[in-house]
């Protein structure tokens, strides 16, 4: 009964995911009817044509696979972090990589002087792609490298208070006050430069406006 329940939720799950895809292809600023209408549609001149062509499939299509990436590697962080704890209510931000990236973002973006122009520096619209080519050595790592460095960081400091994984309290308990100190740390950061809080935020809400094929 358990495995015929499981099998048809994966199932569901399966559908749900090719339903958004879907979904993803067919929404966005340009409009149905100007993308997908004009590809399947039969009086539709050449230019027309090659224009919803390159929505779709150069811009719209890697940022539904990619938003698909992340929610399946979110899910696997959850089910790894459960299976070490042993508990269903468990979470990566447990191990304080959480609060380790966003130090490490905070001091990306402190280190540019704000860095709101980052942010935005790689924004692609339905249409047109910026470069993000620069001597900058930040701007070349990126805020997610960053973000990466800092989580690692954070979960090595996490494992050697804990002195390894074998007693889960005593890694439960390192990874809260971990994540308590560079959460303070960070905060601390932000005090010092305010100009960083709008860019931190739009980088913490995410964004799939970055992703393309290449």
Do not use: K
């Not at 269903?88 to 860095?115: F, M, R």
């Amino acid at each position: 009964m358990n495995a015929t329940r499981t099998g048809w939720l994966l199932w569901l799950a399966a559908l749900l995911c090719v339903a958004m895809a879907v979904l993803g292809l067919c929404i966005g600023s340009a409009g149905f009817e100007n993308t997908v209408g004009s590809l399947l549609g039969a009086q539709v001149d050449a230019a027309e044509r090659a224009m919803a062509q390159q929505i779709v499939w150069d811009i719209r299509l890697p940022r539904t696979l990619g938003s698909l990436a992340a929610g399946a590697l979110l899910g696997l962080a959850g089910a790894l972090a459960q299976g070490l704890f042993r508990n269903p209510l468990a979470d990566p931000y447990l191990l304080g990589s959480a609060s380790g990236a966003s130090l490490g973002v905070a001091l990306a973006l402190a280190s540019l002087g704000g860095g709101a122009g980052m942010v935005g520096a790689s924004m692609m619209s339905e249409g047109a792609a910026i470069s993000v080519f620069s001597s900058s050595v930040w701007v070349r790592l990126g805020l997610t490298g960053a973000a990466f460095g800092g989580a690692v960081l954070a979960v090595m400091l996490t494992l050697s208070l804990a002195r390894g994984v074998q007693h889960t309290l005593r890694l439960l308990l390192a990874g809260v006050i971990v994540g308590v100190v560079l959460g303070a740390i960070t905060s601390l950061v932000l005090l010092f430069s305010p100009d960083s809080l709008q860019a931190m935020q739009s980088f913490f809400l995410g964004s799939t406006s970055f992703i393309g094929w290449t």
